[in-house]
């Protein structure tokens, strides 16, 4: 298993920091060129407009493909990460590989990190995204979202956000593939006895759809109630989200 050695690290820095893109976007794309040799790299990055091809002497392509300026940078980047990889030996070493705390079933995250006994990895090809807190190992399907940024804070509780190419992603809204490893339980169903109703009322299809939309809305706010518990979300994010659900009753 290999990780950016110290020499990689520095080299990574000060290339992201004069090209203008985020240090996991240059380390990613620094890992295509390695594969593809130094000569071309297949790439997939939201700040490089999402997937495209890069070949030595000229021929880039990205997925904004009337985007000359981020076309431009793109190339840029690729021809000194090429000649980096050419020139610089030690970018990466070897290390021992430790048991993935995300699972089996997942193997090179694209990014990950960490921090108060919070961490996550995020799996572009396999549109996953993983984040351990307080023990419980949560997979989530991250659907058409490319996650590219990740912030971190401390503000009425430790929380993590992430953004992708529509803005801030919330993981409520994301559907959860595992919980430790398994599927999680689908909520028991409640039965209730049906109601009887006199010959001089009946519920309507309106009053019908308006009774399962109550339930939808609060069903969604114990969601991020727990989401909130567990860190995910702080008090500031969890009171704006439940003052829009209550506003639609």
């Given at each position: 298993?290999?990780?950016?050695?110290?020499?990689?690290?520095?080299?990574v820095q000060d290339i992201a920091q004069r090209h203008g893109f985020s240090f996991d976007a240059v380390q990613s794309m620094l890992t295509s060129v390695i594969n593809g040799n130094g000569s071309m790299a297949q790439f997939s990055h939201y700040e490089f407009g999402g997937s495209g091809q890069w070949m030595q002497g000229g021929m880039t392509m990205i997925g904004d493909m009337f985007n000359n300026y981020l076309k431009g940078r793109v190339d840029?980047?690729?021809?000194?990460?090429?000649?980096?990889?050419?020139?610089?030996?030690?970018?990466?070493?070897?290390?021992?590989?430790?048991?993935?705390?995300?699972?089996?079933?997942?193997?090179?995250?694209?990014?990950?990190?960490?921090?108060?006994?919070?961490?996550?990895?995020?799996?572009?090809?396999?549109?996953?995204?993983?984040?351990?807190?307080?023990?419980?190992?949560?997979?989530?399907?991250?659907?058409?979202?490319?996650?590219?940024?990740?912030?971190?804070?401390?503000?009425?509780?430790?929380?993590?956000?992430?953004?992708?190419?529509?803005?801030?992603?919330?993981?409520?809204?994301?559907?959860?593939?595992?919980?430790?490893?398994?599927?999680?339980?689908?909520?028991?169903?409640?039965?209730?006895?049906?109601?009887?109703?006199?010959?001089?009322?009946?519920?309507?299809?309106?009053?019908?759809?308006?009774?399962?939309?109550?339930?939808?809305?609060?069903?969604?706010?114990?969601?991020?109630?727990?989401?909130?518990?567990?860190?995910?979300?702080?008090?500031?994010?969890?009171?704006?989200?439940?003052?829009?659900?209550?506003?639609?009753?």
């Amino acid at each position: 298993m290999a990780q950016l050695s110290p020499i990689g690290v520095n080299a990574v820095q000060d290339i992201a920091q004069r090209h203008g893109f985020s240090f996991d976007a240059v380390q990613s794309m620094l890992t295509s060129v390695i594969n593809g040799n130094g000569s071309m790299a297949q790439f997939s990055h939201y700040e490089f407009g999402g997937s495209g091809q890069w070949m030595q002497g000229g021929m880039t392509m990205i997925g904004d493909m009337f985007n000359n300026y981020l076309k431009g940078r793109v190339d840029n980047l690729c021809a000194e990460l090429s000649r980096l990889s050419y020139n610089q030996p030690g970018l990466y070493v070897e290390v021992a590989a430790q048991p993935n705390w995300w699972g089996p079933d997942l193997k090179f995250p694209n990014t990950s990190g960490g921090q108060n006994g919070m961490r996550y990895a995020y799996f572009s090809q396999a549109h996953r995204l993983a984040i351990e807190s307080n023990g419980q190992v949560i997979v989530y399907d991250t659907l058409d979202h490319n996650i590219g940024g990740v912030s971190q804070q401390q503000s009425g509780g430790y929380s993590v956000t992430f953004s992708s190419q529509y803005g801030y992603v919330d993981l409520s809204r994301l559907p959860v593939v595992t919980i430790n490893g398994l599927p999680p339980l689908a909520p028991a169903p409640i039965y209730a006895p049906a109601p009887s109703y006199s010959n001089s009322y009946a519920p309507t299809n309106n009053a019908v759809a308006s009774s399962a939309g109550d339930s939808d809305i609060f069903a969604s706010i114990e969601k991020l109630a727990a989401l909130q518990s567990r860190g995910f979300l702080s008090e500031q994010e969890y009171s704006s989200k439940k003052a829009e659900l209550l506003s639609r009753l």
